[in-house]
């Protein structure tokens, strides 16, 4: 699926038109609390500017009705934000599509950029419309799609922007090729063996991935609440545990399927109530006294897991292996993600929170690639193909 990229094109004195994710978190003030994204972002924007390229970014902010601009969705903080870490000026258009946008692209000269105001605003953003595309791609002389937490999506500066671009080129930025790399390709051709770690809280959210990775892993370890699921279908007792009872079927089904392939925790680290200094037992797995809840792998297991993954060459994972957020129960998601961090396996690290454990862990410099996306990382482990990056150019 190779992509062409933004450093494939000349950009000099062209518009080009690219979609960014700047869904940054701020606080009630408006304050922006991690600028993350707009960092992430920076590789793309500096690619066209210091080329000479007339820069036009679009991007959504959080989830406005789609009914004009309501300003606790602005995107004026950000482009302000975005002029301080570019150290030049960055105009803002106060809308998306109107006279504003108009003036403030025609008025870019070569390096300059400007902010589009939240394509949210606009109900034929999440519509997908047409129309509405037609007005964005009529201004651009290339498309460039950066967003990856929202290229699982259809919405209309995803999809209908880059098909009204017709025949003018229309291509990935350096965010989007990186994870493409790492959570396509790199899977669709893993150095073996491959193992695949997956936890967090439901079954039900990760059940095609499960389904995926058992088809192309040669392990699948399980973790995480999504565990106990997996205990009730083979008859185990787990006290009050976080489960779904609907997905118990399933998760016989996928363990007939897995097979030896599929590793289930052997041991429990469980707490008599849902906090830090509640009363803490380890027992085996399937045996939760009642009235206790797991809360974490337990250390056979991160023991056994730990040693898997030294021997691994390519391995993901989604998920922590217990309540991370909770010490002491993090520590099965310690042990993981340092067995991954100390191993020489190209280490993919699906979005959310295993994305936060590895920061909050201080691992992050030592995996392969943190994923930006958290739906949409997960929607490419399912092996899902994208239709807004299927439409781009290939090299
Ligand atoms: P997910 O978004 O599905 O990856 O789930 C992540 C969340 O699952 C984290 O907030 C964890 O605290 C939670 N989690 C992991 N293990 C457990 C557990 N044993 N009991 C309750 N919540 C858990």
Not at 177 to 205: H, M, N, W
Not at 334 to 355: F, L, M, P, Q, W
Not at 363 to 379: E, K, P, Q, W, Y
């Amino acid at each position: 699926m190779a992509k062409k990229t933004i450093a494939d094109i000349d950009p000099q004195g062209k518009i080009v038109l690219m979609r960014v994710d700047f869904n940054v978190p701020q606080d009630d003030a408006g304050k922006i609390t991690d600028d993350r994204r707009i960092r992430m972002a920076l590789p793309s924007i500096e690619s066209v500017i210091s080329r000479g390229g007339r820069l036009v970014l679009m991007s959504h902010l959080g989830r406005p009705k789609g009914t004009g601009v309501e300003p606790k969705f602005t995107l004026s903080a950000v482009a302000t934000r975005l002029g301080e870490l570019l150290q030049k000026t960055v105009a803002f258009a106060a809308d998306t599509v109107g006279e504003d946008a108009e003036s403030k692209i025609k008025a870019l000269g070569d390096g300059d950029v400007v902010v589009l105001e939240n394509l949210r605003f606009n109900a034929g953003e999440k519509a997908g419309d047409a129309e509405f595309a037609k007005i964005l791609a009529g201004w651009a002389d290339v498309y460039c799609n950066d967003a990856f937490g929202t290229c699982h999506r259809a919405d209309a500066s995803m999809v209908a922007v880059p098909q009204a671009m017709g025949d003018k080129p229309k291509v990935v930025g350096h965010l989007v090729a990186k994870e493409i790399q790492y959570l396509s390709d790199t899977i669709a051709k893993p150095q073996r063996p491959f193992i695949a770690i997956l936890g967090g809280a439901k079954v039900s959210d990760k059940i095609n991935v499960i389904n995926n990775l058992l088809g192309i892993c040669d392990h699948v370890l399980i973790g995480g609440a999504m565990a106990y699921t997996f205990s009730l279908a083979t008859g185990g007792k787990v006290g009050k545990s976080l489960v779904e009872e609907d997905r118990v079927a399933l998760a016989a089904e996928l363990i007939a399927q897995g097979g030896e392939k599929l590793l289930l925790p052997v041991d429990t680290h469980c707490g008599d109530d849902f906090s830090s200094d509640c009363r803490k037992q380890v027992v085996q797995a399937g045996e939760v006294p009642d009235g206790w809840e797991g809360l974490d792998i337990g250390p056979e297991t991160a023991q056994k897991y730990a040693q898997l993954l030294k021997n691994a060459k390519t391995v993901v994972w989604n998920g922590p292996m217990g309540v991370f957020e909770m010490p002491p129960f993090d520590e099965g998601t310690k042990t993981v993600a340092k067995a991954i961090a100390d191993s020489d396996a190209t280490s993919i690290i699906g979005g959310g929170d295993s994305a936060a454990a590895i920061d909050q862990l201080g691992f992050a410099d030592r995996v392969t690639h943190i994923s930006t996306g958290g739906g949409a990382s997960l929607s490419m482990l399912e092996g899902n193909k994208f239709q807004a990056v299927e439409l781009l150019d290939d090299l």
